[in-house]
């Protein structure tokens, strides 16, 4: 997939070396209860600066304020390790684990306000048993995120999906 990435904005420094070894600023923003809206405000602001075509979710782990999400509407990604709508929030695996289901997934989909309820770009899904333990389907179920992360985003890049409402049009 052919894009110019202007900046990685995270909360966490794990991938900063990684990042800037390929010549794309990084900004470690912290998000703390207490600095959550002043951290919003500067996502947004270097998020301008660049001219960002979409902002990706990956791992960050926070919830958007409504403003942040009304901003970009349309423009925001997000990468959810369920298959929405089953599974919203923090820990999904380990919910999966405690209903006992037999299919893990990941979801691709627009940020709203509404915590995990965007409009749906992409979904996978994979298979596991009895036996497989939280960790399990943690690991079992990366590989899908990132497959359906690139999915979605690629159709978002090229222009493939029509938001209608809470619903998507995608073109493959």
């Given amino acids: 997939m052919a894009v110019d990435i202007p900046a990685v904005i995270s909360n966490h420094e794990t991938f900063r070396d990684f990042v800037e070894w ?33 902002l990706v979710l990956a791992r960050y782990m926070q919830v958007l304020d409504a403003e942040t999400c009304a901003r970009y509407p349309g423009r925001i990604i997000n ?22 289901v037999k299919l893990v997934g990941a ?3 627009y940020v709203t306000e509404d915590l995990d309820q ?13 036996g497989d333990m939280p960790t399990d389907l943690i690991r079992s179920g990366r590989d899908v ?23 998507t049009v995608v073109f493959r």
């Avoid at 990468?79 to 006992?100: E, T």
């Fill in 22 to 54: 390929h010549g794309i600023p990084f900004h470690h923003i912290p998000v703390t209860p207490e600095t959550k809206s002043a951290a919003f405000a500067e996502v947004s602001a270097i998020f301008d600066r660049v001219g960002g075509d979409v």
């Fill in 79 to 100: 990468i959810h390790h369920s298959f929405l709508p089953g599974f919203v929030g923090a820990r999904p695996y380990h919910q999966a684990y405690a209903r006992g």
């Fill in 107 to 109: 979801t691709c989909h």
């Fill in 118 to 130: 965007g409009p749906i770009i992409e979904q996978d899904v994979l298979r596991v048993d009895h």
């Fill in 145 to 167: 995120e990132k497959t359906v992360l690139a999915r979605g985003l690629r159709y978002h890049l090229e222009d493939r999906v029509l938001l209608n409402g809470q619903r």
